[in-house]
T-cell receptor, first 111, second 116 residues
Framework: GQQLNQSPQSMFIQEGEDVSMNCTSS?????WLWYKQDPGEGPVLLIA?????ELTSNGRLTAQFGITRKDSFLNISASIPSDVGIYFC???????????FGQGTTLQVKP | NAGVTQTPKFRVLKTGQSMTLLCAQD?????MYWYRQDPGMGLRLIHY???????AKGEVPDGYNVSRLKKQNFLLGLESAAPSQTSVYFC???????????????FGPGTRLTVL
């Protein structure tokens, strides 16, 4: 079945640093979504991408839908302590609404 | 507007016991989903529903059953719980799957299940 490879698996950075994470797939997706999960909570949508090449920002977050439709990246600029959590990419390639999730990137920010 | 709610939040079962997890959404969404989350494995789809009265299998359906008798509710059942079903279970819903903003899934807070 379809799989997403998300990297890195974890990051430990200093407050103020920029962060970059990405997801790659062996198959084409029509939609890429990026979610953040805080401890003990459900994932919350950060950014949604619907067109190849699309670059979208949400505050300090920027995400891009790869031209090949097989990858996406998420950048966080000037990280702050509340950025701590697990970030998931998710892709959809069918009209059933089913999402395939990456394994997640755990981000820790040192004040 | 509560969004997606799940009950219970925590549960401990003994092997062989049964239970039902309830998911409710008040956003008039057509599509609903049940996922399980295990360390290092992201979220895996158990079952989903594209409308009232319909259900379909996801990636890891074995050992689970679901029902969608009302549009706003999606129930996940474990008939005979096993330790391998110890996990955090998330329900989600979306308006539809039009390849646009209607794809976006909204998640509940999760149910932490331990099977001894």
């Amino acid at each position: 079945g379809q799989q997403l490879n998300q990297s890195p698996q974890s990051m430990f950075i200093q407050e103020g640093e920029d962060v970059s994470m990405n997801c790659t797939s062996s198959s084409i997706f029509n939609t890429w979504l990026w979610y953040k999960q805080d401890p003990g909570e459900g994932p919350v949508l950060l950014i949604a991408l619907y067109k190849a090449g699309e670059l979208t920002s949400n505050g300090r977050l920027t995400a891009q839908f790869g031209i090949t439709r097989k990858d996406s990246f998420l950048n966080i600029s000037a990280s702050i302590p509340s950025d701590v959590g697990i970030y998931f990419c998710a892709g959809s390639s069918s009209n059933t609404g089913k999402l395939i999730f990456g394994q997640g990137t755990t981000l820790q920010v040192k004040p | 507007n509560a969004g997606v709610t799940q009950t219970p939040k925590f549960r401990v079962l003994k092997t062989g016991q049964s239970m039902t997890l309830l998911c409710a959404q008040d956003m008039n969404h057509e599509y609903m989903y049940w996922y399980r989350q295990d360390p290092g494995m992201g979220l895996r789809l158990i079952h989903y529903s594209v409308g009232e009265g319909t259900t379909a299998k996801g990636e890891v359906p074995d050992g689970y059953n679901v029902s969608r008798l009302k549009k706003q509710n999606f129930l996940l059942g474990l008939e005979s719980a096993a330790p391998s079903q110890t996990s955090v279970y998330f329900c989600a819903s979306s308006y539809s799957s039009g390849g646009d903003a209607t794809d976006e899934q909204f998640f509940g807070p999760g149910t932490r299940l331990t099977v001894l």
